[in-house]
């Protein structure tokens, strides 16, 4: 059973940064596409960023320039640099692991962001 572990999440003032991690554990391959959601309360789950393994990135219109996914394909580990946060980045944030058909999820990471 894929497990994704997060990690990182917290309570931050507009304008601050938070970086955080996911570790994907119990698969025997290497991940090659991993990515970031986000769910703000009452409303749906949104994409944030993707990464492929050979390093293509996908964001979200409203975070680009402000986020950075990375990718340690290695360690199956995705990352979010995410810098000069807004009120409007408050969420749970999720990370994602697709394969053969099935989306695995982490449990989730509250970020909070005050004005």
């Known amino acids: 059973q894929v497990q994704l572990v997060e990690s990182g999440g917290g309570l931050v003032q507009s304008g601050g940064s938070l970086i955080l991690s996911c570790a994907a554990s119990?698969?025997?391959?290497?991940?090659?596409?991993m990515g970031w959601f986000r769910q703000p309360k009452g409303k749906q789950r949104e994409l944030v960023a993707i990464i492929t393994s050979g390093g293509t990135t996908t964001y979200a219109d409203s975070v680009k320039g402000r986020f950075t996914i990375s990718m340690d394909n290695a360690e199956n580990t995705v990352y979010l640099q995410m810098n000069s946060l807004r009120p409007e980045d408050t969420a749970v944030y999720y990370c994602n692991l697709p394969f053969r058909g099935v989306n695995y999820w982490g449990q989730g990471t509250q970020v909070t962001v005050s004005s």
């Open positions: 119990k698969i025997s391959f290497r991940a090659n596409v």
